[in-house]
């Protein structure tokens, strides 16, 4: 039981070029989600996915894309990188428990550098 | 707009002591507040959560305290550890979304 798997841990971009994130979930969870952590920024929501099918945008979803693949895998696509793409992307999934609390299990996190 | 506001953005605490964070929010729709614990180059890590219906939830050494009325949570660490030293976030949500807080990085010294 791996819990969230993110590849790759370490990405260096030129600007201009394009990368997908890939994202894995063996819990059987219906909801995954993309996040981004800057310092001082704590973590913002780019893109979720409440269940197979079904994307929505976040707080900070412009020049992003998302894909969900099944109901394991989340891919969030950056078609243009710019520097102001620098951070730390996390994937997170979550499934409905006792008293319809929504417990958020991180992967390590991508750690994504745009030169 | 920021949704949860945290508090102190660093704290420095010694072995043995009470570690205090607070924070706020203002979506009254708000259901469930988790408090995740990071460590360097992890991901965060669930670390206790609490529901509006009660006023504080405690697990070992961590307690959470809350006031619906006042919008108001907070995560209290008794007998600080330097194992406890990592940046903590409070969130808080409803139907699987979370706002995040921007964070404290607590260091435990000996």
């Known amino acids: 039981n791996a819990g969230v798997t993110q590849t790759p841990k370490f990405q260096v971009l030129k600007t201009g070029q394009s990368m997908t994130l890939q994202c894995a979930q063996d819990m059987n969870h219906n909801s995954m989600y993309w996040y981004r952590q800057d310092p001082g920024m704590g973590l913002r929501l780019i893109y979720y996915?409440?269940?197979?099918?079904?994307?929505d945008k976040g707080e900070v979803p412009n020049g992003y894309n998302v894909s969900r693949l099944n109901k394991r895998e989340f891919s969030l696509r950056l078609e243009s990188a710019a520097p102001s793409q620098t951070s730390v992307y996390f994937c997170a999934s979550s499934g409905l428990r006792g008293q319809g609390t929504y417990e958020q299990y991180f992967g390590p996190g991508t750690r994504l550098t745009v030169t | 707009q920021q949704q949860v506001k945290q508090s102190p953005q660093s704290l420095i605490v010694q072995k043995g002591g009470i570690s205090i964070i607070n924070c706020a929010y203002e979506?009254?729709?708000?259901?469930?507040f988790p408090w995740y614990q990071q460590f360097p180059g992890k991901g965060p890590a669930l670390l206790i959560a609490i529901r509006p219906d009660v006023s504080e939830k405690k697990e070992g050494r961590f307690t959470i305290s809350f006031n619906k009325s006042a919008k108001q949570f907070s995560l209290h660490i008794m007998d600080s550890q330097p194992g406890d030293s990592a940046t903590y976030f409070c969130a808080a949500g409803s139907l699987g979304r979370l706002y995040f807080g921007r964070g404290t990085q607590l260091t435990v010294w000996p």
């Open positions: 979506n009254t729709a708000f259901d469930y």
């Open positions: 996915s409440a269940s197979e099918g079904t994307t």
